[in-house]
């Protein structure tokens, strides 16, 4: 107890069995291969370093319900590898089995690899380990494979299980480590696999580390949490330098997330680093908060000029991937074509230059030409620190193509120096067309082009582009200035950067120039909805979002008006800042024009306030008014008149003040009429003239005395001297 040195070398030992052959039920576990030299069984050598838990030659074994914990292989004279299993030319299934804290033992860089299982096959026969609800956790290998080393002639086939938190303590492949060669083909196949928390010490892939001819295809598998020291801290491949084969890369449905490349002084790809000779799928992929101490927080992808790889991203998200370098999410270099498809970049940090996106080096001058393209993608939110360069999200140089940049919708992405959206920088051979997009709300601190800045010898090709300043409006389809409308520019909403309905970015791009790119939006509807293709990452259609949002409107409870005042808003207010509409019950008093009360007499009525809705918020309660509109006030002033004592009493008129709209005494519905206290016998004086009588219905009328003043009776100065002389008694 307590002392391995006198363990068996191996626990169990399977050479040449049948299909039939199956372990149920058992934990292997104390087996110690630190043996010199070979046993032999059934004629076949058995290395004696090599497989302390299990050792498997040319087999044909399945293992059930089984605990493979605690053993140990090492490296003497010469190198030992695979701890817990040792297989040879064998086809091993496993079910139901946990392969753990088992380790690998060298004092050099020989041997030591595959602390859990150690794999290989022959030109023959070769080596496939299939597994199944099965975890390798915890396991160490003092180089290379921490939790499996597949050597030539090796396939790997894992479903529903877990390889983590192992460890390569002095190499690369935390978790899995694969080297084949031209003609010895690799496979690695995942589907519902968890890789988390494997780590290296001193290499590359904290996850895994693939090289030259291994191909991997991953369905619905999630890198978390895994370390390296140096490249690739979730997935590492090494390709091929011969110009043969690619290395096969399919990724469907995978998840990379928060992987850490970060070493002293390195650290680059903290979720993907790709070199030499590949071909790379990924469809779906989600790749969230990974960082990258020296570059690249997410993807590293470079290839070689003379046989370029290919990358190909349909569909997917970088979110808050960081680096205090360059390229938070991508770096694309030398010798390596890409295709980008439906995918957001958001939130995405560069301490340097290229918030999101570094496009470097992709070509050079002497060919080939490269298919480099970024369409219907979002780039939100992203920075760039760098007091030199910028590009808050894409940056593009030295290519010797023309990447194209294809229905995208840059927003809020921010540069400290040049670029808030865009840098297109370098020599003469750098070029970009942008074709059908949005770059509308982003910044520069201290710097130049808040959406796109170009270096004087670099060449941008702009059309049918929305954009902040970059360009001449109405040149080529170019429009400036202008507010693309988004129905959200909410981070966490489901319309974020949508189009809203009559956004002047509809039907505004150029069918012909979608020659490249996938025919499906952002959102995974038609690429064209209306015949013309809109600028941006999403194409607006009607109905195309479900309200969500309640809403509601303030209105005054009562409203008092006086007949003759100006149309006026009723002051309705809605909680969505969206506008609100009016109506009227009683169009005999008020009516609605152009948006306000128009009063059409005095009276009363009801105004109700209404909100529709949009594609975010949902139609509001009404609300409602009373409107109250007082007559007006009118004035009727008799006028002043006189007259002669004894002669008749004469006709009266009047004054009006205070008809409105333009009325006169016509719309009295009864004329006034004026009486004194005057007769044509009264004496000499001053009489009051009154009105009364007068109605109108939008009119308070009231009335003003005037005054009839009688004067004497003019004499004739001759009559009356000839009177006196003829006359001596009165």
Not at 537 to 563: L, R, V, W
Request: with cysteine; hydrophobic share 35%.
């Amino acid at each position: 107890i307590n002392d391995a040195t006198d363990n068996a070398y191996h626990v169990v030992l399977s050479v040449y069995n049948t299909a039939s052959t199956l372990l149920d039920g058992f934990t292997i576990t104390g087996g110690n291969a630190n043996g010199e030299g070979f046993s032999a069984v059934n004629g076949k050598s058995i290395l004696r370093n090599s497989g302390g838990g299990i050792h498997t030659r040319g087999s044909k074994t399945s293992f059930s319900n089984i605990i493979i914990k605690g053993n140990s292989s090492a490296t003497t004279s010469t190198p030992g590898f695979g701890g817990g299993v040792y297989s040879y030319a064998s086809q091993l299934q496993f079910q139901d089995a946990r392969i753990t804290e088992n380790s690998t033992v060298s004092t050099s860089g020989t041997g030591a690899g595959g602390g859990g299982i150690y794999m290989e096959g022959n030109s023959d026969t070769a080596s496939t380990v299939t597994l199944t609800r099965c975890d390798i956790t915890f396991n160490t290998s003092r180089n290379l494979g921490g939790g499996i080393y597949m050597g030539v002639y090796s396939t790997v086939t894992m479903k529903d299980g877990n390889i983590a938190d192992n460890k390569g303590t002095n190499s690369s492949g935390g978790g899995v480590f694969s080297r084949s060669v031209n003609g010895a083909d690799n496979h690695l196949i995942l589907e519902r696999v968890n890789v988390s928390r494997n780590e290296t010490l001193t290499g590359s892939g904290g996850g895994m580390m693939l090289s030259y001819y291994t191909h991997s295809t991953f369905t619905d598998v999630v890198f978390s949490e895994n370390k390296c020291i140096s490249s690739g801290a979730g997935y590492y491949l090494q390709g091929n330098t011969d110009d043969q084969i690619l290395a096969q890369i399919r990724m469907t449905n995978v998840e990379f997330r928060k992987n850490q490349a970060n070493g002293p002084g390195s650290g680059t790809g903290g979720a993907v680093y790709l070199q030499g000779n590949w071909d790379a799928e990924f469809t779906n992929v989600k790749v969230i908060e990974n960082y990258g101490n020296v570059a690249a927080g997410a993807f590293t992808i470079g290839g070689r000029n003379n046989k370029p790889s290919n990358m190909v991203i349909n569909g997917g998200s970088f979110i808050s991937n960081r680096t205090p370098q360059f390229g938070a999410a991508i770096i694309i270099s030398t010798g390596a074509s890409y295709q980008i498809d439906r995918v957001d970049f958001s939130n995405n940090s560069a301490g340097a230059h290229a918030g999101a996106v570094w496009a470097s080096g992709t070509g050079t001058a002497s060919g080939p030409v490269l298919n480099c393209i970024i369409s219907n993608s979002r780039f939100a939110n992203n920075e760039s620190g760098s007091q030199n360069l910028g590009a808050g999200a894409l940056y593009i140089t030295t290519t010797y193509n023309t990447p194209v940049i294809l229905n995208c919708t840059f927003y809020n992405n921010k540069a400290q120096k040049d670029g808030g959206a865009i840098y297109v920088g370098g020599t003469v051979n750098t070029k970009a067309a942008i074709h059908n997009c949005i770059i509308y709300g982003n910044s520069v601190v201290n710097g130049n082009g808040a959406d796109i800045y170009k270096n004087t010898d670099a060449m941008v090709e702009l059309k049918n582009t929305l954009t902040q300043v970059y360009g001449s409006n109405g040149v080529d389809g170019v429009i400036t200035g202008v507010d693309p409308q988004f129905l959200s520019t909410d981070i966490n909403s489901n319309n974020f950067l949508k189009l809203m309905s009559g956004s002047p970015a509809i039907n505004k791009g150029d069918n012909l120039l979608l020659t490249q790119g996938g025919s499906l939006d952002l959102g995974g509807n038609a690429r064209i909805a209306n015949g013309i293709v809109d600028m941006g990452a999403f194409e607006y259609f009607s109905g195309q979002s479900t309200p969500t949002e309640s809403q509601s409107i303030d209105i005054a409870a009562a409203i008092t008006k006086t007949y003759g005042e100006a149309d006026f808003d009723p002051g309705a207010t809605a909680s969505s800042g969206l506008p609100v509409y009016y109506t009227s019950n009683n169009t005999n008093v008020a009516t609605i024009e152009n948006g306000k009360v128009k009063i059409r007499a005095a009276g009363t009525a009801t105004i109700r306030a209404w909100q529709p809705g949009n594609d975010i918020y949902k139609a509001a309660p009404d609300v409602t008014t009373s409107l109250t509109v007082n007559k007006a006030p009118l004035l009727i002033k008799a006028n002043d008149a006189s007259m002669v004592q004894q002669q008749a009493i004469p006709a009266f008129t009047a004054t009006y003040s205070g008809f409105v709209n333009g009325e006169t005494s016509a719309v009295l519905s009864g004329q006034p009429v004026f009486s004194t206290t005057a007769t044509v016998s009264s004496p000499i004086g001053n009489y009051p003239i009154t009105g009364s009588g007068a109605a109108a219905a939008n009119y308070e009328i009231s009335y003003s005395d005037g005054t009839l003043t009688i004067q004497p009776i003019a004499v004739d100065n001759a009559t009356l001297e000839a009177w006196f002389s003829n006359n001596t008694t009165l």
